[in-house]
């Protein structure tokens, strides 16, 4: 995968910032994996792209480390918007312009909040994932301390104006 091709889509995509690392450099945090099982989202067991369906933090190191490069971008958006829009559907939408834009690239994207392949997820109904390759796993699901990771690389968390970022990795191997 070209690192150009992957910027070109960040850039088309509408994002707002970018920081390339290596997967050695993502931080982890089992305190952020473990507040998912606090279930504050909401998602907890119903969604498999988040916590407990999206593995052991052992399995999820295996699945981020087939990569070995990444880039961390952020998206940044109003929470106090006057015309109506949902921030993560905001975050959703720039989510999923990226895949097609990066579509048949050995890319893996996680995101903000749950899966949103399916209009309702099949873990809800006791089944199984109906696009198990198509999954979109949280970042804070795969125990991945965004905020930190942010601050370490001086991009924008609090952009002010009741602005703030949120954060997509796309994983990727040169």
């Known amino acids: 995968m070209s690192r150009e091709k992957i910027i070109s889509a960040i850039s088309e ?36 792209g988040c916590p407990p369906h999206s593995g052991s933090i052992e399995e999820i190191k295996a699945r981020i480390f087939r990569y070995s490069k990444a880039f961390l971008v ?30 048949n690239s050995d890319v893996l994207i996680l995101g903000a909040g749950p899966c949103t392949k399916c209009r309702v997820c099949a873990a809800v109904e006791g089944k199984p994932c ?32 009741g602005r703030v970022a949120f954060f997509i990795l796309i994983l990727y191997n040169e």
């Not at 994002?15 to 952020?32: H, K, L, N, P, Q």
């Not at 958006?77 to 949902?86: A, C, I, R, T």
């Open 74 to 103: 952020s998206k940044i958006v109003s929470l106090v918007s006057g015309n109506g829009d949902d921030p993560l559907k905001i975050v959703d939408k720039t989510i999923k312009k990226l895949r097609s834009f990066l579509a």
């Open 130 to 161: 109906r696009f198990p390759g198509e999954i979109q796993y949280s970042l804070e699901g795969s125990g991945i301390d965004v905020v930190r990771m942010s601050l370490n690389l001086k991009m924008t968390y609090n952009a002010g104006g």
């Open 13 to 48: 995509a509408g994002c707002d910032e970018y920081r390339e690392i290596a997967t050695g450099d993502i931080v982890f945090s089992r305190e952020v994996l473990e507040q998912c099982s606090r279930n504050t989202c909401g998602n907890y067991g119903r969604n498999y």
